[in-house]
C-alpha cells in the first residue's frame, strides 16, 4: 500500500502538466502559420503575390545567406517543385 501511494501522486502530479492544446506556438512573427495549408502544393502553382515580400523559395542545392530574419518567411520546396515545410528567418 505504501509504494502505491508515491505513483499515484506522481500520476497525479504528471497529469497536472498537461496542456489541453498540443501545440502552443510562441511567437510567428514571419506568419508562417498562416500558410500551412500550402504544404505539399507545387511551388509553381502558388502565386509569388500569395507569400510576403522578401520571402524565400528554398530549393535543394539553393545557396541562402545566414543572416537570421525573424520576420522573413522561407518557404523550403523538395526536389519534386513541393512545398516541405516554411520556417521564420
Known amino acids: 500500500m505504501m509504494r502505491t501511494v508515491p505513483v499515484v501522486l506522481l ?4 497529469a497536472a502538466c498537461q496542456s489541453s492544446t498540443p501545440f502552443e506556438p ?3 512573427p514571419c506568419k508562417a502559420l498562416g500558410h500551412l495549408s500550402r504544404v505539399g ?3 509553381d ?3 509569388p ?3 510576403p515580400e522578401g520571402a524565400r523559395i528554398i530549393r535543394p542545392g539553393t545557396m541562402v545567406t545566414r543572416d537570421y ?3 522573413r ?3 523550403h520546396v523538395n526536389d519534386k517543385g ?3 515545410r516554411f520556417e521564420c528567418g
Open 11 to 14: 500520476a497525479c502530479g504528471l
Open 26 to 28: 510562441v511567437s510567428d
Open 41 to 43: 502544393q507545387k511551388i
Open 45 to 47: 502553382s502558388v502565386p
Open 49 to 51: 503575390s500569395a507569400f
Open 69 to 71: 530574419r525573424p520576420e
Open 73 to 75: 518567411l522561407n518557404v
Open 82 to 84: 513541393r512545398i516541405e
